[in-house]
């Protein structure tokens, strides 16, 4: 069944007249450096389905940090095997999949997940504000990444644009809304603040101990680095959802076999292909019959209530066509072919010499002899 819908995938990105966008990330079955599988997926960023995966077991890899990195080139290279021509991917920062783009597929444009880079900037302003003399820098850490979200979304693809409406954040902390020497963006392109907005935060003030730790991060160098990869604004939530159901089926902390993981990954990417785009639920009866469906709940990360969309069911019709074919198996008296599985890198690479030579080596080399 999923070999079937993943050949559906294909052919819809083989047909596409424009750019094959792309979005990727690793997923543990543990947190730490104790994980034993990897499962990397790849996921379609129009139609939010997922496109191929692929299990890696950490025997397969010299440690767990490589895991991540095997995945990623094992799916590419299945994608390229199968005539797809991937122009733009999006992925977290991790170094060894930022290389092996850099020097064995410069083709293909590498962008990165915003959430991940705003997620980073967060944490070290959130450390940051916790210092002597600058808590005046916490109330501004949401409208700061908020920033990095607009500067990415609005900048017309230029890496340039993006730098200065980002670095642009230094002076409006300041209540400095216009400064010379740019090249394209030179003051604010919010209307004047009235007194009722102004004291909402704090102005910081030009070289206090708040504004020199926001002025580091800001301009931090490998942070300058990475976000020319954000012009694109190629961002995973689809993929970040996927996660969460990934979960229903193969939750954490809990072990599987290979295959129990492969099958599980099966089952979670059809349960997500099936139900990828549903629209927005509506209310049936009442006052407000025909308007959209919303639901009120409080957020932990932005500590206030927030209004979600309701989507409709779920539809599970798939299960059936999958039945039937079991069925239909069944009745047939015929089994599968067995699956041979791969062994190969949990083998020695060289045959085993006789045991008493290996004996005779071991005691010779002894330094008590």
């Not at 990417?269 to 139900?275: E, I, R, T, V, Y």
């Amino acid at each position: 069944m999923w070999k079937e819908q993943q050949a559906e995938v294909f052919s819809g990105l083989k047909l596409k007249e424009s750019a094959v966008v792309l979005a990727g990330d690793g997923r543990c079955d543990s947190p730490g450096h104790c994980a034993k599988y990897c499962t990397y997926t790849i996921l379609d960023v129009e139609s939010k389905k997922v496109v191929d995966f692929k299990v890696v077991a950490v025997t397969e890899v010299a440690n767990s940090n490589c895991m991540e990195k095997k995945g990623f080139m094992d799916t590419l290279s299945n994608l390229e095997a199968n005539g797809i021509k991937v122009d733009i991917i999006s992925t977290d920062r991790h170094p060894q999949i930022k290389k092996e783009i850099r020097v064995n597929h410069p083709n293909i444009d590498h962008q990165f997940d915003p959430w991940h880079i705003s997620k980073s900037v967060s944490k070290k302003l959130a450390a940051a504000s916790k210092k002597s003399g600058c808590s005046d820098l916490a109330p501004w850490i949401p409208s700061i990444v908020n920033h990095l979200w607009w500067s990415a979304e609005s900048c017309g693809n230029d890496p340039e644009v993006l730098k200065e409406k980002w670095l642009s954040v230094i002076h409006h902390v300041t209540n400095r809304h216009e400064w010379p020497g740019n090249r394209h963006f030179h003051k604010c392109e919010h209307n004047r603040l009235s007194t009722d907005q102004q004291r909402k935060k704090k102005w910081l003030k030009p070289g206090s101990a708040s504004h020199t730790a926001l002025v580091n991060i800001v301009k931090d160098k490998l942070l300058l680095k990475d976000i020319v990869h954000l012009t694109k604004f190629v961002h995973t939530t689809a993929l970040e959802i996927y996660h969460s159901l990934y979960l229903k089926y193969l939750p954490k902390l809990t072990h599987f076999t290979h295959d129990v993981m492969t099958a599980g990954t099966m089952l979670a990417a059809l349960d997500h292909n099936f139900n990828a785009n549903r629209t927005q639920a509506l209310i049936q009866s009442g006052e407000s019959q025909g308007e959209p469906r919303f639901k009120i709940s409080w957020s932990k990360a932005s500590k206030k209530f927030g209004a979600e969309p309701v989507l409709e069911k779920k539809s599970y019709k798939y299960l059936e066509d999958m039945l039937q074919a079991a069925i239909s198996l069944a009745n047939s008296g015929t089994k599968p072919p067995p699956k041979v599985k791969d062994k190969s890198s949990v083998m020695a690479p060289a045959e085993r010499p006789n045991r008493k030579e290996i004996i005779a080596t071991r005691q010779q080399l002894s330094r008590f002899r």
